[in-house]
C-alpha cells in the first residue's frame, strides 16, 4: 500500500533560518512526488514536482530513493511562506490520484 | 482560461440524506478527481473521471458515486450521510498526466 508520511505538523522557524519539512513515503516501484502549499484562504496549489527539478520561490526537494524521502528545504525562510505544506504521492505518468500526507504547518516569525 | 469552481461552497445536511456537489473543471481539462479533507488530514482520494468513465478508485464505500459529463464537469453523489463524512470535498482537474488545479472546496457539515 502507499503511504506519505510527514512526521510534524508543526514547523516553526525565524525568519532567515533554513527550513527542511520532512516527507517519506511507501510505494512499490518509481511514484511522482509533489509538494502542494495551501496559503491562508487560498486552494491547495502545487508547488514542486520532483521530475521537474525546478525551484519554486526558494523552495527545492530532492527524492532520496534509497531513504524513501522527499524532503522540502529552503536556505532561508521568508514571512510568506508561513502556510500548510502538503507531501504527495502518485503513480509513474500521473498527477493526480494522489496519496497525500497530513500536511505540516509552517510557521515563520520574526 | 477559467480555474476549478466548486458548488456550494458549504451546506449543512441530516444524517440519512442524500448530497450533490458540483465541480466546474478548468478549460482545456479532461480528467476530474474528487478528494475528501477531514479536520486535520490531508486529501484522501475519493476517485477519477476520465472522459465521463470512472478512472480509479479510493477505498471508499459505493455510496459515494459520481458523473462526468460531456464539458467535463463533474458531480459527487453521497447517499446516506454519516457523521463521519463532514470533511471538505475538493474538486482537482487535470489533462493527460499534467498538474492538477483544484477547487477551493465544499465543506459538508452532517449533523
Known amino acids: 500500500a502507499q503511504r506519505v508520511t510527514q512526521p510534524e505538523k508543526l514547523l516553526s522557524v525565524f525568519k532567515g533560518a533554513p527550513v527542511e519539512l520532512k516527507c517519506n513515503y511507501s510505494?512499490?516501484?518509481?511514484?511522482?512526488l509533489f509538494w502542494y502549499v495551501q496559503y491562508s484562504r487560498q486552494r491547495l496549489q502545487l508547488l514542486l514536482r520532483?521530475?521537474s527539478r525546478e525551484s519554486i520561490k526558494g523552495f527545492t526537494a530532492d527524492l532520496n530513493k534509497g531513504e524513501t524521502s522527499f524532503h522540502l528545504k529552503k536556505p532561508f525562510a521568508q514571512e510568506e511562506d508561513s502556510a500548510m505544506y502538503y507531501c504527495?504521492?502518485?503513480?509513474?505518468?500521473?498527477?493526480?490520484?494522489?496519496?497525500f500526507g497530513t500536511g505540516t504547518r509552517l510557521q515563520v516569525t520574526l | 482560461e477559467t480555474g476549478v469552481t466548486q458548488s456550494p461552497t458549504h451546506l449543512i445536511k441530516t444524517r440519512g440524506q442524500q448530497v450533490t456537489l458540483r465541480c466546474s473543471s478548468q478549460?482545456?481539462?479532461?480528467?476530474v478527481s474528487w478528494y475528501q479533507q477531514a479536520l486535520g488530514q490531508g486529501p484522501q482520494f475519493i476517485f477519477q473521471?476520465?472522459?465521463?468513465?470512472?478512472?480509479g478508485r479510493g477505498n471508499f464505500p459505493p455510496r459515494f458515486s459520481g458523473l462526468q459529463f460531456p464539458n467535463y464537469s463533474s458531480e459527487l453523489n453521497v447517499n446516506a450521510l454519516e457523521l463521519d463524512d463532514s470533511a471538505l470535498y475538493l474538486c482537482?482537474?487535470?489533462?493527460?498526466?499534467?498538474?492538477?488545479?483544484f477547487g477551493q472546496g465544499t465543506r459538508l457539515t452532517v449533523v
Open positions: 520532483h521530475i
Open positions: 510505494y512499490s516501484g518509481s511514484p511522482e
Open positions: 478549460s482545456g481539462h479532461n480528467t
Open positions: 473521471y476520465y472522459r465521463e468513465e470512472e478512472n
Open positions: 504527495a504521492l502518485g503513480r509513474p505518468g500521473t498527477a493526480s490520484k494522489l496519496t
Open positions: 482537482a482537474s487535470s489533462s493527460a498526466g499534467a498538474e492538477a488545479f
